[in-house]
């Protein structure tokens, strides 16, 4: 008598049958499915076929960890805290913005939005991201997140660029976390949610800036406007597609 063996490995007997295309499968090979068990092939096929979900704002739905992006921005800000206190002076030089250098060293619109000095600073800007991002990464997805990060922090930046003192250097994640701000509160405004406890956060802050020696408004400013144009796109987008999808 013949001893059925694993199609994929033809040293190993095979305990079971694949219930989408009938091959022998040994243990190593078996995929738990709704019922019985599938091979490797049969079973990404299966997965590949299942129609990708999407949140209340156009984003991927994706199983686990909501926050990939939320801890990549925090881990980035943290890497160049670290490189500036610890490493040479010229890092710190190199990254900051300074509007007068923008036109000829872009990097900085972008570079100056990871970068602190003060422990107090970077404490106060990572606290709020990691507040405000897991809740905005799971509406808009990682993609759609990414982009009002980034967009917030570049919007922060150019406001500096136009509106501060060409030789000044300008420093901080307060545009782009500034600019998730925004974001929420133009996502809450249009879902009916109550918006005080962010109406109150803009107000302090904007008071602080302008009360506070060396903070810069423009940069708040910037990145504000930015995260809640940012978020209407996503939020006609996300309506003009389903508006879309009832029609058909």
């Not at 994706?62 to 939320?70: K, L, P």
């Not at 801890?71 to 490493?87: D, I, K, P, Q, S």
């Not at 010229?90 to 000829?104: E, K, N, R």
């Amino acid at each position: 008598m013949t001893e059925t063996v694993c199609y994929r490995h033809p040293d190993r007997p095979a305990g079971v049958r694949c219930q989408r295309c009938d091959r022998p499968i040994c243990p190593a090979c078996m995929n738990s499915v709704a019922v019985g068990f599938q091979c490797p092939s049969c079973f990404t096929e299966g997965a590949r076929s299942v129609p990708r979900t999407r949140t209340s704002l156009g984003g991927l739905q994706r199983g686990g960890s909501q926050q990939v992006v939320t801890f990549t921005m925090l881990a980035l800000n943290v890497l160049v805290f670290v490189a500036v206190r610890f490493g040479s002076p010229q890092i710190l030089s190199d990254l900051v913005m300074v509007p007068v250098l923008a036109g000829s060293e872009p990097w900085r619109l972008l570079t100056s939005a990871f970068t602190h000095v003060q422990i107090f600073h970077i404490f106060s800007n990572l606290f709020m991201l990691w507040q405000l991002g897991p809740p905005l990464e799971q509406m808009l997805g990682r993609l759609r997140f990414t982009i009002l990060y980034l967009l917030s922090a570049l919007g922060g930046s150019v406001a500096v660029w136009l509106l501060s003192a060409p030789g000044g250097a300008t420093l901080g994640a307060s545009g782009a976390v500034l600019g998730l701000v925004g974001a929420l509160l133009v996502i809450h405004r249009a879902r009916g949610l109550d918006i005080t406890w962010i109406i109150m956060y803009v107000a302090v802050t904007a008071f602080l800036s302008f009360a506070i020696p060396n903070v810069s408004w423009e940069g708040h400013l910037g990145g504000f406007v930015v995260g809640a144009a940012t978020a209407w796109i996503f939020l006609r987008m996300s309506n003009h597609k389903r508006r879309n999808n009832q029609a058909a």
